[in-house]
């Protein structure tokens, strides 16, 4: 389908799921990117939006599908089960249709129907580009600003208040070096002696007491993983607004509702 252009980015959406996802069963999917939003599955929202960025030239997306989301897809990826396994699948389908020189792909979660165009094409401009990986996230204070009562997980560190993004962005030719690391910091996520001892007890303190700076959680996170990563702070709390329960779903549709004249 789409040929991309050098400066142009790939990317995969994560469209996968427990397939006893009480959430879908709720709605008579089988995973949650599929349950309507407005209408339309919730995925079929994101898709659009990279296609309008103007910035994606072929996007992977792992997970099923349906036949009206099937015409945005170049590389259709079957479930592999977990989050880490699907965006290794994901980004080996756009390596083996051809990535440009200098490619770099974006991930994203196929449950942020509220992201526009505009805003994956600030973040994408933005990117550092000597980072293999890149991850955006928002202030607590832009998220409540854009949508009151939104729920969500913080951090507190010296800089601000954040909330993590629904995407990020990534170097494909160096996914072999952090992928490994990734996988064993997700797995010691649970055991929270193996997680201290991975991410360093200086450092740890320093975010238990909210002196940590996003500056040194980079820096720490670089060395974990092996490769230069970034923190990329954005306005846009739609980055970082997924929908996991009813009354995401319920802000989603009102907001959707209130922007449908023009998004951007």
């Known amino acids: 389908m789409t040929q991309p252009r050098a400066g142009q980015w790939s990317a995969v959406v994560l469209g996968g799921g427990d397939p006893g996802d009480p ?11 599929l349950i309507p939003v407005r209408g339309e599955p919730m995925a079929l929202h994101v898709l659009r939006a990279l296609r309008a960025s103007g910035r994606v030239a072929r996007i992977a997306y792992v997970g099923p599908t349906t036949a009206e989301m099937d015409p945005l897809i170049d590389e259709r990826v079957t479930d592999h089960g977990t989050l880490l396994s699907n965006l290794e699948a994901g980004v080996e389908a756009l390596a083996g249709a ?5 490619e770099r792909v974006l991930v994203a979660t196929a449950d942020i129907p509220l992201v526009t165009p505009g805003q994956l094409g600030e973040v994408l401009d933005a990117a550092p580009q000597a980072a293999a990986l890149v991850y955006p996230v928002v202030r607590r204070s832009d998220c409540e600003q854009a949508f009151p009562g939104v729920k969500r997980t913080y951090a507190r560190l010296r800089d601000d208040t954040f909330t993590g993004g629904n995407i990020f962005l990534l170097d494909p030719r160096l996914i072999g070096q952090f992928l490994p690391r990734l996988r064993e910091v997700l797995a010691a996520r649970k055991a929270p002696l193996k997680l201290a001892a991975l991410i360093g007890p200086g450092i740890l303190l320093k975010l238990l007491t909210r002196r940590l700076t996003v500056a040194e959680l980079e820096g720490r996170v670089s060395t974990i993983l092996g490769v230069p990563a970034r923190a990329l702070v954005t306005g846009h709390a739609a980055i970082g607004t997924d929908v996991d329960k009813d009354g995401d779903l319920l802000l989603a549709e009102a907001h959707l509702r209130a922007d449908a004249p023009a998004q951007s």
Not at 98 to 102: E, F, H, Q, R, T
């Open 23 to 33: 959430f879908a069963a709720a709605h008579g999917v089988p995973v949650k990117a």
């Open 98 to 102: 051809g990535l440009a020189p200098g």
